[in-house]
């Protein structure tokens, strides 16, 4: 009797290992992704944008757009919009957010730290003036910044306690040194800006890392295709004005999507 039984217990077991390997790998279920942040992420200077967006200015060549095209998410809420600071991301874009997120990316910052204006200055002010601008922004950037990111980044995974979110930053804009037929701004601006990038990434980084986030630092995908370069991802002054000093639909595929790609 007791032997019956162990044969049948072990007929059971090698049954159900049997039907298991007929039955193939179980498929994992589809992301389901939401893209937050500012025009880096809506894909201001893109093109192909979405019309109903309006002055989101978001793209169908943005990083986030290629991704789900790509990846055929279960869901796709795309909320970034152009312009958006971190009080923007936590009172209007966190809406597409639940516990069944799985992901997240997200470029904010920039615009709190006045980095457009900053840019504008630089291509319309003295060199002085410039590095005042600059100046002001590392300030801000190291003193005030910090705890807005936090705030964000809490009520992400407040709203989304299971998602793997993404922090992308931001390029250099400048390819250095930069080659003599690179007219307009002085080398010495031209560093400064690329170091208070290099500031902003630092403390985004930083704060990222804290809340458990993942960083994706574009700034090796950008290398050699910054402004200057012959090959640029990012566009310099252009109409309409609004999609100056913005990554280009190029931009977008080689320099944001595959550090996306490398984190989700």
């Given at each position: 009797?007791?032997?019956t ?6 007929f ?24 937050l ?5 809506s894909g201001?200077?893109?093109?192909s944008?979405i ?6 200015h ?5 990083y ?54 900053a ?12 590095l005042?601008?600059?100046n002001?922004?590392r ?5 005030t ?5 936090d705030?964000?980044?809490?009520a ?5 306690p ?15 040194p ?6 307009g ?15 902003l990434?630092s403390?985004i980084s ?20 910054e ?12 109409l ?5 000093y ?13 550090v ?5």
């Amino acid at each position: 009797m007791r032997l019956t039984r162990s044969l049948s217990a072990v007929f059971v077991l090698v049954s159900a290992f049997v039907l298991a390997l007929l039955a193939g790998p179980a498929h994992a279920a589809a992301p389901s992704y939401v893209a937050l942040g500012d025009s880096y992420s809506s894909g201001n200077g893109a093109g192909s944008y979405i019309s109903s967006s309006g002055d989101c200015h978001r793209s169908n060549n943005a990083y986030p757009a290629r991704w789900a095209a790509a990846n055929g998410p279960s869901s796709f809420t795309f909320a970034a919009c152009s312009g958006a600071v971190t009080t923007d991301v936590i009172n209007n874009q966190l809406g597409g957010l639940n516990s069944s997120t799985t992901l997240v990316s997200l470029t904010i910052g920039g615009n709190d730290a006045g980095f457009a204006d900053a840019m504008t200055t630089c291509v319309t002010g003295s060199e002085s003036t410039c590095l005042n601008r600059l100046n002001t922004a590392r300030s801000y950037i190291n003193a005030t910044l910090p705890g807005r990111l936090d705030a964000v980044y809490n009520a992400v995974r407040s709203r989304a306690p299971n998602a793997r979110v993404v922090v992308l930053g931001y390029p250099r804009m400048y390819i250095e040194p930069s080659p003599w037929y690179c007219l307009g701004l002085s080398n010495t601006k031209r560093e400064a800006i690329n170091d208070v990038a290099d500031v902003l990434n630092s403390v985004i980084s930083g704060r990222a890392s804290a809340a458990g986030f993942r960083f994706g630092d574009v700034r090796p995908t950008f290398n050699t295709h910054e402004l200057c370069s012959g090959d640029d991802y990012l566009h310099d002054v252009r109409l309409p004005v609004w999609e100056s000093y913005h990554p280009t639909s190029a931009g977008h595929a080689n320099g944001y999507l595959p550090v996306l790609n490398a984190n989700d």
